[in-house]
């Protein structure tokens, strides 16, 4: 089965940019979904179909992917953006849901 | 306003089985799949099972797949997970999720969870 590797630790100084990375082989090919989990609460859903938002989710949030990497930006990064971030695909030949390890997010 | 609320987890010893039952609202459920996802205390999240629409199509992760089973009942706008043969490992707090039924296929709502303990 598809296999996602994210980094486990992102830090970031508040303002800046931060970038969570999600390697898979030829992940470039397929649509990858972010969400964003806060301590103690469900997922949200922050970034899909690679770069699309749902409703109520800051322009802040953007996503990238291409070859054998996609990529969550977080551009002026804010306190409350501190979380831990999970990419996701659906790989349709089974129809299993893959979520990469998290990446946790530190605001400096 | 969409609504997942997620039930019947507690404790129970190895060996045993539990129910759990996800009741959706807000939204036309025979509309979308959905799927069970866990999280074990302090790791990561952990795709357990989906469904189709419809119910057709049930899919389970490789770590479940003959003790669990995945059911929906779209009279009664609700998901279910039948879980047997529980072991220590199963321990975790379970989300329900409604698929957006995109290519895609992002889970863009999730109930609140409820907590699986498996222990003698």
């Known amino acids: 089965s598809f296999v996602l590797t994210q980094p486990p630790s992102v830090s970031v100084a508040p303002g800046q940019t931060a970038t969570i990375s999600c390697g898979g082989n030829n992940i470039g090919s397929k649509s990858v979904n972010w969400c964003q989990q806060k301590p103690g609460q469900a997922p949200v859903l922050v970034v899909y179909?690679?770069?699309d938002r749902p409703t109520g989710i800051p322009e802040r949030f953007s996503g990238s992917n291409s070859g054998h990497t996609a990529t969550l930006t977080i551009s002026g990064v804010e306190a409350g953006d501190e979380a831990d971030y999970y990419c996701q695909i659906w790989d349709s030949s089974d129809y299993h849901q893959v979520f990469g390890g998290g990446t946790k997010l530190t605001v400096l | 306003e969409v609504q997942l609320v997620d039930s019947g987890g507690g404790v129970v010893r190895p060996g045993e089985s539990l129910r759990l039952s996800c009741a959706a609202s807000g939204f036309i459920f025979e509309d979308h799949g959905m799927s069970w996802v866990r999280q074990a205390p302090g790791k990561g999240l952990e795709w357990v099972s989906g469904i189709s629409w419809n119910g057709a199509i049930a899919a389970y992760a490789d770590s479940v797949k003959g003790r669990f089973t995945i059911s929906r009942d779209n009279a009664k706008n609700s998901l279910y997970l039948q879980m047997n043969s529980l072991r220590a490992e199963d321990t975790a707090l379970y989300y329900c999720?409604?698929?957006?039924?995109?290519?895609?296929?992002?889970?863009?709502?999730w109930g609140q969870g409820t907590l699986v303990t498996v222990s003698s």
């Open positions: 999720a409604r698929d957006l039924s995109i290519s895609a296929r992002p889970l863009d709502y």
């Open positions: 179909d690679d770069n």
